[in-house]
T-cell receptor, first 110, second 112 residues
Framework: NAGVTQTPKFRILKIGQSMTLQCTQD?????MYWYRQDPGMGLKLIYY???????DKGEVPNGYNVSRSTTEDFPLRLELAAPSQTSVYFC?????????FGQGTRLTVV | EDQVTQSPEALRLQEGESSSLNCSYT??????LFWYRQDPGKGPEFLFT???AGEEKEKERLKATLTKKESFLHITAPKPEDSATYLC?????????????FGQGTTLQVKP
């Protein structure tokens, strides 16, 4: 099983550019999450989804958008990149118990 | 609102020196409390789930315990390979049942 797959692993964006971070899971999990992690800090919840077609804001949603058209995919969209969005982004999925994480996307906005 | 606070932020131990990490939480009905380990440059790796006060789980040198307000991760006779960041997270019931909220983590360094 691949588990949770994130692409790309690294990306450099210029201020004002847009991009989509991809996340796919093959465990048929209902719950999916996007987090950001700044250096030396814990995980901050950006958006989450409890199933296809249902999404909700987390702790730090401003500047991001999500969609969940299928059970497997949960892309995260940055519309106008800002330096404050420089971070490591993690996607996760869970069934009824623990969440499983991808390996992260390291994003730098310059 | 669900909240998780971990202490200390950083902990340095000598190999073999046992200690505990703390996770204080506020949640409207605990659905589960989770402990994760994170190595530099990697995603968090699941360690334990605890569901109710009084519950304990063990894995090698790690033991997690739970009360109504806190969880502790006890590390017995740690080794250098236990060095990592340990993260605590909670999921509650009700309207926020999908949310999984993390604390800021405790970075553990074990010196040989």
């Amino acid at each position: 099983n691949a588990g949770v797959t994130q692409t790309p692993k690294f990306r450099i964006l210029k201020i004002g550019q847009s991009m989509t971070l991809q996340c796919t899971q093959d465990m048929n999990h209902n719950y999916m999450y996007w987090y950001r992690q700044d250096p030396g800090m814990g995980l901050k919840l950006i958006y989450y989804s409890v199933g296809a077609g249902i999404t909700d804001k987390g702790e730090v949603p401003n500047g991001y958008n999500v969609s969940r058209s299928t059970t497997e995919d949960f892309p995260l969209r940055l519309e106008l990149a800002a330096p404050s969005q420089t971070s490591v982004y993690f996607c996760a999925s869970s069934g009824t118990v623990e969440a499983f994480f991808g390996q992260g996307t390291r994003l730098t906005v310059v | 609102e669900d909240q998780v606070t971990q202490s200390p932020e950083a902990l340095r131990l000598q190999e073999g020196e046992s200690s505990s990490l703390n996770c204080s939480y506020t949640v409207s009905g605990l659905r589960g409390l989770f402990w994760y380990r994170q190595d530099p440059g990697k995603g968090p790796e699941f360690l334990f789930t605890l569901y109710s006060a009084g519950e304990e789980k063990e894995k090698e040198r790690l033991k997690a315990t739970l009360t109504k307000k806190e969880s502790f991760l006890h590390i017995t006779a740690p080794k250098p390979e236990d060095s990592a960041t340990y993260l605590c997270a909670v999921r509650g019931f009700g309207s926020n049942t999908g949310k999984l909220i993390f604390g800021q983590g405790t970075t553990l360094q074990v010196k040989p």
